[in-house]
């Protein structure tokens, strides 16, 4: 389970974080929805220790991230798969070497490394695509590989930050399915950030508000419809005022 | 005002992180040749580019200083000299902290605004071995054989400029180029050569690696590493004479 423990996060005068706590039980998706730039890239970013807290932490599997050592950080690393929003491609790579990459690390025989190269692209339909570059292929066939990438090394968790975001509706919801389809054949625990309120109905179990630093309303999709709080509403229904 | 506590603890965390990334050989290693190719190999045009004019012209201008004053085949001891000591380290370091020092801010400054970096890292990789140790290695490496080829080019040219332009024999020119010439002399430039390299990649690798707001800053910071690889040549420069000879 990843659990954020009164997490608090600045950047010069900016608070983002401020007092920020959230379970993210374990084998379900739970969704984070909040405005552009209130902080939930910054929040996936403290799960694999990308950033430190000024206060507070995340604790994942009930250990601090932030009190663990190099080599433990590189081992819990290895169990969370992080999709970027940009993808994040090596542009210097084809998409089959991007996969490579991560299962480089992990000391696995090379039939071994193909194989799961091969499955993962498999798994996200870019299997014809293996051999082309990232500045070759379009955003949604980019956003894929980024994901292919992260599943495979068959983590426990997937971090996805938005991965609907630049796509147009046809593919995002091309995208939804893939996000659970890959839940639900890996058993994954998935935290997925996004401001894009038809993907967070579509696939979380749970979806928790950002406002101002911290949650302000956490529950299921048909509790976060039905809420009276008029922020989430507001948010929820993407009303300007 | 940072305390010397703190400033100690940063110097030290770096260093623990910097000989962290040199073990880590399994990482760095498979990516270095490539490097010094990128780095050296293809890099080596622009200085035998430099190289050349620069033997021309310090021909003609020891040309101009002896004449009527010490004998003409003090010309091959002046190109020797300066060549070997002073200009082809400098001039090549200089040319290389343009060509290496921008292309490697502004290859790890874009990786780290698209995220490339933050993927690194979520990939178990630690970006100083992967990103800055092959190429801090490659360039140390490679900056002194760039200037051993400089300087041997631009001591042909300033040869071949002065038994065609200045009167001078063949024998005259390597007289002059023997007279004062020691050993000492090619170790130092190459000495100063590899510290350049190391200091280029370097300050690339760490603007690179600061490098935040998009385009914008991958231009900012590429500007930087251009300006400061080129400031500490000439302080390295000055650092060198000041122990060495």
């Not at chain 1, 025989?109 to 193909?114: I, K, L, Q, R």
């Not at chain 1, 082309?132 to 992260?150: F, N, Q």
């Not at chain 2, 506590?5 to 399994?26: P, T």
């Not at chain 2, 007289?175 to 170790?187: A, C, E, H, N, S």
Request: charged share 20%.
């Amino acid at each position: 389970m990843i659990r954020f423990d009164n997490l608090h996060k600045r950047f010069g005068a900016k608070v983002v974080l401020d007092g920020f706590s959230l379970d993210v039980p374990d084998g379900a998706t739970t969704v984070l929805i909040g405005a552009s730039g209130s902080g939930k890239s910054v929040i996936l970013k403290h799960i694999v220790g990308l950033l430190q807290p000024d206060a507070g932490g995340v604790d994942v599997d009930g250990r601090r991230v932030d009190a663990l050592d190099t080599e433990e950080l590189v081992a819990l690393r290895r169990q969370i798969g992080y999709v970027f929003q940009s993808a994040a491609l090596f542009d210097s790579m084809t998409l089959a070497e991007n996969v490579r990459m991560g299962l480089a690390r992990q000391q696995l025989p090379e039939s071994e490394v193909a194989s799961r190269t091969a499955d993962a692209l498999a798994h996200v339909g870019l299997s014809d695509a293996a051999g082309r570059y990232p500045a070759e292929v379009s955003g949604g066939m980019r956003k894929r590989a980024g994901i292919a990438r992260a599943i495979a090394l068959r983590p426990r968790y997937i971090l996805w930050d938005e991965p609907t975001s630049g796509l147009d509706p046809v593919t995002s919801a091309t995208m939804d399915r893939l996000m659970r389809r890959t839940a639900a054949e890996l058993g994954t625990t998935s935290l997925v950030v996004t401001h894009d309120m038809r993907s967070a109905f579509a696939v979380g179990d749970r979806i928790a508000m950002l406002h101002e630093g911290r949650v302000r309303a956490v529950g299921t999709g048909e509790a976060m419809r039905a809420t009276s709080d008029p922020v989430v509403r507001q948010f929820i229904e993407g009303r300007p005022e | 005002m940072k305390s010397a506590r703190e400033i100690v603890s940063f110097i030290g965390g770096a260093a623990l992180r910097a000989w962290r990334s040199l073990r880590d050989v399994g990482t760095w290693s498979p990516l270095l040749v490539g490097q010094m190719r990128r780095l050296g190999v293809d890099s080596i045009p622009i200085a035998l580019f430099i190289a050349v004019f620069t033997g021309i012209v310090l021909a003609l201008l020891s040309s101009y200083i002896f004449t009527g004053t010490v004998p003409n085949y003090f010309v091959g001891a002046l190109v020797g000299k300066t060549i070997m000591l002073e200009l082809g380290p400098v001039l090549t370091g200089m040319a290389l902290a343009g060509r290496v020092g921008a292309n490697i801010a502004a290859e790890i400054g874009t990786m780290k605004v698209t995220e490339q970096v933050d993927a690194l890292e979520t990939l178990a990789y630690d970006p100083g071995s992967y990103l800055v140790v092959p190429r801090v290695l490659a360039a140390t490496v490679m900056f002194p054989v760039v200037t051993a080829l400089a300087i041997g080019v631009g001591v042909l040219t300033g040869w071949f400029t002065a038994i065609n332009l200045l009167d001078l024999t063949t024998l005259e020119f390597v007289k002059g180029l023997r007279m004062f010439y020691q050993f000492k002399d090619l170790w130092f430039g190459l000495i100063k050569a590899a510290s350049f390299g190391l200091v280029v990649a370097l300050t690339g690798c760490l603007r690179g690696l600061a490098t935040q707001n998009g385009a914008e800053g991958v231009g900012r910071e590429t500007t930087r590493a251009v300006v400061i690889g080129c400031e500490a040549i000439l302080a390295l420069d000055a650092f060198w004479a000041l122990v060495l000879l």
